[in-house]
RNA sequence: GCCGGAGUGGCGGAAUUGGUAGACGCAAGGGACUUAAAAUCCCUCGUUCCGAAAGAACGUACCGGUUCGAGUCCGGUCUCCGGCACCA
């Protein structure tokens, strides 16, 4: 041991030490209980960053903690390797996508195991590689087979800078996820995936998700976006077709005064005759919050009060939800009073609150107007509402539904914001969607014996144009697989979330090629143990894309029969961004800490010890070079401590009764007590690191004020730093190691059992007994532990302070809090 | 607009069920060691009153309430952050 500490050579060694020893390479086996920690695996961009080294730190102590406490732990580690930047960066510099990626994933691995990461590299998963999407390839076949993939032709957001399509997931404020630019629409064939069908379990699964935190249960329910209402269909004069639409509020039927379609509405084409002006409500469509309308001559007929209301067309209504046209209620929904205002249309009260408010909505039997400054959303009391006037708008709703299906004028419905995911890319790097266009035999799939389709590798990248698998002959024409006659191959591409939506369950098996469904749904096979996913890892980002597919795939895997759970993640830990200047760390803000510098300059047990003590892990981390410096200090402590002491750590006893230490000692036994149950709590208690290092910096302040004379001080002092080796060692895991070593340990300290706290040892002899008159701290006095309420009582009023400060009042009341606490409350 | 989350010293943050507010760390100030500096070690460190100590008052965004006692519970207000956003 040397007498100061150097990182880079303790690490070095204690990495090579590991990897050669195999320590994290694991096996299923059903007699052990198992753990799998899960991070989410990073885009290979060749550089880790901040963000990356907080999300797998945190990882990494989970999985070396569980580990300790002998859980059979799957730590795994792999690259989300398709995408756009390898693409950019073949524009840029020339370099394949390929050989650019491949090149990253190298450099990355390197980064991650200089941080001292425990992971099993056997099941590495590269999803840029054939036998890895080649099973995308087989899902989406069975997708296709069993109704789950369809085409369709629809309006895509459509990057122009990008030239590929968009899902609405990636679309943010109308603009491109990744380069912000303007979002356009365009009408294209694509390939999507039933998301929907499964709106109604995945909503109903987000209860069952005790250990997911609420905000992203939240975000997921908000997304999936469940509305309960009824479709009621609407006579237009003149003509064969009703006008159906979805209501969520059928309380608000007789208040309305017209109706709104969407311009891409069927009906539209027959109704509007004036092209140039349906013209101007299309470009204005989904844009801003200017609402605009074209009238269109036509009336429909209220079917519950025969009212005679024109029918508009509007830029504000989404053909893609309900049925793509509204009735609108202006009195009652704040949209359509503006809209109301606007086209100076009439305005319908139905809906009294319960407390009439001053003055009141309605005057002598019509609105008053003055009054209806803006719509009243809330409930109420129905008013001019034929049979159901006087009812309450909770009780009216079910009493309209049931009315409207007993005359057969709708149906209650239910409708999601969810839409189908949309995975078609036009993109060269990514997975070959397995799909053959054929003039004879129209659209043709791969058949599953032909899988992969290989993504060629002999093209060109530059950027212009549509995907450049257009222009690889080799690629493009091929046989239809059903008449052998000429056909063309699919030049799409899947989103990259596909690979992202089932990676988990590849790491339950080996890196390698295999027959993944047979590995799934083989009985005892290595999924069912391993699966679900213990705890998960990763950034709030992902809170509804990443998440949501993936819940929405393994419950695919399940209906195919090869799995049998529908969730995959059973605990999920968002942790914070790293902050500097009170900013996200980003290269354009140019506030960026380079992890690489960090460990060089302190040694990755420093910038581990950092990110974890800075802040609780789902909170968001303040960025401080002077707290780095302050956790490598705390490091250069112990290690000055062990170094001075190594002979009589190595030399003292081990074995001493712990009962007849002289108080000093049995102060710091305690305290190491103390400290280990601090520490197992926290990190069980929602892994709140930073607390369980403060314990330990606590514990190391006191070992430091110790001095051992006899013996026994020697066997205690021994006890407490082997205690703190043993409660460091998930979080500076080098370091650790190589102390252990020191006082005359063999290695590893990591496959040592975690440390158990004894309660006795634990708890305090003594009590300080606070003292309150009136709810205020007035005194304090030390008590032994277990002094009975009435001496506690007896004690405080005797206490020479409270004698002072009560003198002759009255006392009204004494209150006893067991072993803490007396409140003697007086009067004036 | 709707839905979440959060507001505690100079700073990051503690306070687990209503019971000592500010653990631990950073920064700052003072001291020891040193020719000097760095490193290290020791002391002080919420605000105000006081020369200091003792002591007291105030203090967890703001206003009010419940309680013997509120950072914690309840009602209201403000601010910040995040998500969704014409979803009928």
């Known amino acids: 041991m040397k007498e100061k500490y150097e990182p880079s050579g303790v690490e070095f060694k204690w990495q090579r030490y590991w990897a050669e020893k195999k320590l994290f390479v694991s096996k299923a086996d059903h007699a052990r209980q198992k753990f799998y920690c899960l991070e989410m695996f990073p885009y290979p961009s060749g550089e880790i960053h901040m963000g990356h080294v907080r999300n797998y730190v945190i990882g990494d102590v989970i999985a070396r903690y569980k580990r300790m406490r002998g859980y059979n732990v799957l730590h795994p580690m792999g690259w989300d390797a398709f995408g756009l930047p390898a693409e950019n960066a073949a524009i840029k510099h020339g370099v394949h996508p390929s050989k650019w990626t491949h090149g990253n994933i190298e450099k990355m691995r390197r980064q991650l195991d200089s941080m001292g990461l425990s992971y099993d590299w056997t099941r590495e998963v590269t999803t840029c590689k054939p036998e890895y999407y080649k099973w995308n390839q087989w899902f989406f076949l069975k997708m296709l087979e069993n109704g789950l993939a369809y085409r369709k032709d629809s309006y895509v957001n459509w990057c122009p800078s990008c030239m590929t399509v968009l899902a609405n997931e990636q679309v943010i404020d109308s603009a491109c996820w990744r380069c912000e630019t303007p979002v356009t629409q365009k009408r294209l064939g694509q390939w999507f995936f039933k998301i929907t069908e499964y709106a109604e379990e995945l909503l109903k699964g987000c209860d069952e998700l005790q250990g997911w935190p609420e905000r992203v249960i939240h975000m997921q329910k908000n997304w999936i976006g469940k509305g309960e209402g009824v479709e009621v269909d609407f006579p237009v004069e003149g003509m064969e077709e009703k006008l159906r639409i979805f209501t969520t509020r059928p309380d608000t039927l007789f208040g ?82 503006d809209f109301a205002k606007k086209y100076d249309l009439p305005v319908k009260v139905v809906i009294l609150p319960e407390i009439p408010p001053n003055p009141p909505l309605i005057k002598g039997g019509s609105p008053n107007l003055e009054q209806l400054t803006e719509a009243y959303e809330d409930e109420g009391i129905l008013v001019d509402s034929g049979q159901f006037t006087g009812l309450r708008s909770e009780i009216a709703r079910q009493e309209i539904i049931r009315f409207i299906e007993e005359k057969e004028l709708g149906r209650s419905a239910v409708n999601y914001k969810l839409r189908d995911w949309g995975i078609s890319r036009q993109r060269y790097w990514g997975t070959p969607i397995p799909i053959v266009y054929c003039d004879r035999c129209g659209i043709v799939p791969v058949p599953e014996e032909s899988l992969p389709v290989i993504l060629p590798e002999d093209v060109k990248i530059t950027g212009k144009g549509g995907s450049p698998l257009l222009e690889s002959r080799t690629f493009l024409s091929t046989d239809c697989p059903r008449c052998r006659g000429k056909a063309r191959r699919e030049t799409d591409t899947m989103d990259t979330f596909v690979d992202s939506s089932w990676y988990f369950a590849r790491y339950c098996f080996e890196k390698g090629d295999i027959d993944l469904p047979a590995c799934l749904s083989a009985p005892k096979s290595e999924f069912t143990y391993w699966m679900p ?181 020697r066997a205690t002092f021994k ?98 809090v067991k072993g803490k606490l007396v409140n003697i409350v007086i009067g004036e």
């Not at 090869?562 to 968002?574: C, D, G, H, M, V």
């Not at 303040?622 to 002491?645: Q, T």
């Not at 005194?779 to 206490?799: F, H, Q, V, W, Y």
């Open 256 to 337: 309305v005064t017209f109706m709104c379609i969407a311009p891409e509405h069927p009906l539209t084409e027959k109704l509007v005759k004036d092209r140039k002006s349906l013209e101007t409500i299309e470009s204005k469509y989904g844009k801003g919050d200017e609402k605009i309308g074209l009238d269109t001559g036509y009336f429909a007929i209220n079917p519950l009060n025969r009212d005679r209301i024109p029918i508009f067309v509007a830029n504000f209504v989404i053909m893609e939800y309900g049925t793509g046209a509204i009735m609108s209620v202006p009195a009652h929904d704040q949209r359509d009073f």
């Open 719 to 816: 006890f407490a730093v082997q205690q703190v080796i043993l409660l460091l060692s998930p979080f500076c895991p080098h370091i650790a190691e190589e102390l252990w070593e020191a006082t005359g340990h063999n290695p590893s300290v990591i496959e040592h059992k975690w440390p158990e706290w004894d309660e006795d040892a634990a708890r305090e002899d003594t009590i300080e007994l606070v003292i309150q008159v009136n709810g205020k701290l007035r005194s304090k006095t030390l008590i032994t532990r277990g002094t009975p309420d009435e001496e506690m009582k007896k004690i405080a009023l005797e206490d020479e302070k409270i004698r002072e400060i009560a003198g002759n009042k009255k006392i009204k009341n004494v209150i006893v």
């Open 533 to 713: 996913v213990d705890q998960y890892i990763g950034g709030v980002e992902h809170a509804v894309l990443h998440l949501l597919y993936s819940r929405f795939f393994t419950r695919v895997m399940r209906d195919l029969d090869l799995i049998k759970i529908s969730e995959p993640f059973q605990n999920l830990l968002t942790q914070g961004m790293v902050i500097k200047d009170g900013a996200k760390m980003s290269k354009s803000k140019g506030n960026v800490v380079d992890p690489n510098y960090l460990i060089e300059k302190y040694g990755s047990d420093t910038a581990r010890l950092f990110s974890l003590f800075a802040a609780p892990p789902e909170k968001d981390l303040e960025w401080s070079d002077r707290g780095v410096e302050g956790a490598y200090r705390f490091l250069n402590r112990i290690w000055g401590i062990v170094y001075k002491n190594r002979r009589n750590i190595q030399n003292s006893l081990s074995r001493v009764d712990y009962r007849t230490l002289r108080p000093g000692a049995s102060g710091l036994y305690r305290k190491t007590h103390q400290t280990i149950k601090k520490v197992t709590t926290d990190i069980e208690r929602e892994y709140h690191f930073n607390t369980a290092i403060a314990a330990l910096m606590e514990l190391v302040n006191e070992i430091t004020s110790f001095q051992p004379e006899t013996g026994e001080d």
